[in-house]
């Protein structure tokens, strides 16, 4: 299985997909996403995930979660759903389309955990998750090394978030805990969180 990902992820580079760097240093990378959801059971959405990091590291390293990857671009899902039949997963699926959308959908309320890794700002990754976890789930994302903290706890709370953990080995991850169902106003509509930032 870890040769079938290395593949699929060398694959993802040579597509434009996946940054510079060796794989497998990508593959320690989401390994560290996977440290942290060790007591996450059921659903976990990987925003943005394109190149297939970490979402695919996570699906296979938990064959019990239910993962569903979530992107925007048509070329990018395409390359994840057959990722995901090259590595015979079944705890896995693609859902196309932008997360202010998916944050409307079906999807809304039924996270246990949102993972993001180069995603966006750290508002615009607050206000897109938030909407998909359900009361007590967590936010788990990368953060830069020595980045500081950029998640200010009176915007987080406009969204139900609270900070938590933050790891100090690397890779960085940050940790948000849903402790309020996120208001009915959020997400905004398609561009808002970038384009005028909560935070």
């Known amino acids: 299985m870890q040769d079938v990902l290395v593949a699929q992820l060398e694959r993802s580079r040579k597509l434009g997909f996946l940054g510079p760097g060796a794989v497998e240093v990508h593959i320690d990378h989401a390994a560290g996403f996977v440290e942290v959801l060790a007591e996450v059971t059921g659903r976990v959405i990987d925003l943005g995930s394109g190149g297939g990091v970490p979402g695919l590291v996570v699906a296979v390293r938990r064959p019990d979660l239910d993962v569903v990857l979530v992107e925007a671009m048509a070329k990018r899902c395409a390359f994840l759903r057959e990722a995901?039949?090259?590595l015979g997963l079944s705890n896995a699926r693609v859902v196309e389309g932008?997360?202010?959308?998916?944050?409307?959908?079906?999807?809304?309320?039924?996270?246990?955990?949102v993972v993001a890794r180069s995603f966006g700002a750290p508002a615009v990754t607050a206000e897109c998750a938030a909407p998909l976890l359900h009361v007590g789930g967590l936010v788990v994302v990368s953060e830069p090394p020595g980045g500081g903290q950029r998640w200010p706890a009176d915007g987080l709370a406009l969204l139900g978030l609270h900070l938590g953990a933050r790891s100090t080995s690397s890779?960085?991850?940050?940790?948000?805990?849903?402790?309020?169902?996120?208001?009915?106003?959020?997400?905004?509509?398609?561009?808002?969180?970038?384009?005028?930032?909560?935070?």
């Open 84 to 86: 995901i039949v090259a």
């Open 98 to 113: 932008r997360v202010e959308v998916l944050g409307r959908s079906e999807l809304r309320g039924s996270a246990d955990a």
């Open 171 to 199: 890779p960085v991850v940050q940790v948000l805990t849903q402790d309020e169902a996120c208001p009915d106003r959020y997400p905004r509509r398609n561009g808002m969180p970038a384009k005028r930032p909560m935070f």
